[in-house]
């Protein structure tokens, strides 16, 4: 079995984990600034959001710092599982302030106050928008590239944030051109249920990771890992299964090798193969093979020169893919 883990990643992640913490902060004090100066419900249910922003980029914080730490005897797969319930929390949270958002803002159309100074708001909230659509992005990039799955739920939030305020822009604009109040609320109530949505989907991806839902991404990768280092004796693949563990997988699987190979020619090689494939798979991991003799059923596809035992002619090798590297095969083969 061949383990690889990442430090310099580890110091990435953590980097825009505070990076969102600082900011997050600073954009949700615009905001209510915004709405203080204004009254509007519509810049009030932008700062709900942003509320959750801030409780979510510190809960980010402690969550990538401990899902950077090693195995231990009672987390032998490490800890990255914790990133999944950081988006699951953050999801929840987004699904809360839809809900107080929607209550506020059907007050606000019950019992109707004018905002005011809505020029000076806009301006406020634009600006507040801008430093989100880089937060965002930033959080999306590094999230990706370095396998986060809390970093990027909350870029994704944090981009949903920026059109939630290009709405409320929108909302305050149209109450500065038309005098109509109740437009300010009902955006409100549309950005509530925007946000519900975002917040379902959320927890819908990050249940998926906790209940290690196939990833047709992350299979498609591993595929191309195990084509390009390929070589003699590696016969077949099959019943590959992946167990995400935040940017940690790991792998097993079935490995078909020549039945007439020895103990200590089967350990060389299959180590050597876990190795490349390790080093050239997008994540960090570990690969963990259960040796199957060939049983001379996969001559017309083994490669293998001078083959002792071979019964039927070579005719050509299959290439790895997602249903053949996935798929249970029969006990006779």
Known sequence: MVTTSSTHSDKIRNKAAWVSAIASFLIFAMKVVAYRMTGSAAVLS?????????????????VIWFSAQPA??????????????????????IFFAAILIIYESVKALLFPRPPQQLEIGIAIVSGAAFLNLLLGLYLKRVGKAHHSDALQASGAHVLSDVIT?????????LVLLTDIQWLDPVIAILIGVQLGYSGYKIVRESMGGLLD????????DLCKALEANRRPGVIDIHELRIMRNGRFHHVDAHLVVPEYWDVAKVHSESQDFEQAVVRDYVFDGELAFHVDPCKKSYCPECDMPDCPIRLQPYQGRHPFTVKSLTEEVPASN
Request: glycine letters at 12%.
């Open 46 to 62: 932008d700062a709900l959001e942003s509320i959750v922003n801030v409780i979510a980029s510190l809960v980010a914080l402690y």
């Open 72 to 93: 231990d005897r009672e987390h032998p797969y490490g800890h990255g599982k914790a990133e999944y319930f950081s988006a699951a929390f953050e999801g929840g949270l």
């Open 165 to 173: 305020t290009a709405g409320v822009i929108v909302g305050l604009g």
């Open 213 to 220: 839902e196939i990833s047709e991404d992350s299979l498609n």
